[in-house]
């Protein structure tokens, strides 16, 4: 409410028909080859993300064999928290000073050690050393990441620009939990091996995610 904001010039009507939706979602592939490879580098890491954080009672459960899965996961996820907070903010600012592909690269390529910390976890501390890179990896990631965004839309379409950027957001999230039955799949055929499945899985979209960002062009506004 107390946000000044200049108004449009003219308010175009809105129309739910399959043409208008078509049009709200269209993106110019040959135009806009940077913010398509962005989309998909961010479905990637998100997916990797929700998927640690879905699973990772079960995993705790079923592969570290912890006493209490349910009381490490919450230490896990507030650890996660704690290494996103410190993160995001110094992220950001370094972000302003060195761009913001750095520093989405270096959060995809940490992502992928703190997997690899996991994959190689046996005790309650690599656990929770493998979630303090994750959620260092976060945080750098999310302050870049948006930042990147706004550098990559069009003039008069942020809006239009944003909320597909946050399609790949929900999107990613939503992926991420088909990865259950795969894991019960894999599970079925050799105790565990569907988590790690999982985990490499989540590897290969932190790397992937990484290298998209490596390929856009556009720089920062």
């Known amino acids: 409410l107390t946000v000044k904001e200049k108004p449009l010039a003219a308010c175009p009507r809105l129309s739910f028909f399959p043409t208008a939706l078509y049009q709200s979602f269209r993106i110019d592939v040959k135009a806009k080859p940077d913010f398509i490879l962005f989309l998909v580098s961010r479905l990637l890491i998100i997916m990797a993300l929700t998927t640690l954080q879905t699973f990772a009672l079960y995993f705790l459960k079923d592969v570290i064999g912890v006493s209490n899965p349910a009381e490490v996961t919450a230490d896990l996820l507030i650890v996660v928290g704690i290494g996103m907070l410190a993160a995001v903010y110094p992220a950001g600012r370094l ?18 050690i ?4 996991f994959f190689l976890a046996t005790k309650y501390g690599h656990i929770m050393f493998g979630g303090a890179i994750i959620g260092v990896a976060t945080g750098a990631f999310m302050s870049s990441n948006w930042a990147l965004a706004t550098d990559l839309v069009s003039k008069g379409e942020e809006a239009r620009y944003l909320g597909l950027t946050n399609l790949a957001t929900a999107g990613g999230a939503a992926l991420a939990r088909l990865a259950g039955p795969g894991i019960d799949f894999f599970n079925r055929a050799s105790a565990g091996l569907g988590y790690q499945v999982m985990l490499g899985a989540c590897f290969v979209y932190f790397i992937v995610g990484a290298i998209l960002l490596m390929r856009i062009k556009v720089q920062p506004k």
């Open 114 to 117: 703190g997997i690899a910390v």
């Open 95 to 112: 972000t302003d000073k060195i761009g913001r592909r750095p520093i989405g690269v270096f959060a995809g390529f940490l992502g992928a």
